[in-house]
């Protein structure tokens, strides 16, 4: 069995920052890709950032600039530095790992439980 868990989201003004953490455990063999996904109310679950095992990085047009994901890969934990936060950041945040279980597992997607990001005007 392997768990995401999630942490770091919180209530900021307009222009302050947040850092958010995700670590997988459990059954794990190896973890390729990373990513960090958005939903805000009434809207479709957006990719915010994702991260390669070897560290190549993909943002949202929306967050470049202000948002650096990165990954701790013995700690099996991906992060998400956001930074000059405006009020359309707001959404649930949910970490996503590509995650093998053993050797001939092909690989499986799993999901956190998601983290509020609210951020006021």
């Known amino acids: 069995q392997v768990q995401l868990v999630e942490s770091g989201g919180d209530l900021v003004q307009a222009g302050g920052s947040l850092r958010l953490s995700c670590a997988a455990s459990g059954s794990i063999f190896s973890i390729n890709a990373m990513g960090w996904y958005r939903q805000a109310p009434g809207k479709q679950r957006e990719l915010v950032a994702a991260?390669?095992?070897?560290?190549?990085?993909n943002y949202a047009d929306s967050v470049k600039g202000r948002f650096t994901i990165s990954r701790a890969n013995l700690r099996n934990a991906v992060y998400l530095q956001m930074n000059f936060l405006k009020p359309e950041d707001t959404a649930v945040y949910y970490c996503?790992?590509?995650?093998?279980?053993?050797?001939?597992?092909?690989?499986?997607?799993?999901w956190g439980q998601g983290t509020q990001v609210t951020v006021s005007s």
């Open positions: 991260i390669t095992s070897s560290g190549s990085t």
């Open positions: 996503n790992a590509r995650i093998r279980a053993s050797f001939v597992d092909v690989g499986a997607d799993y």
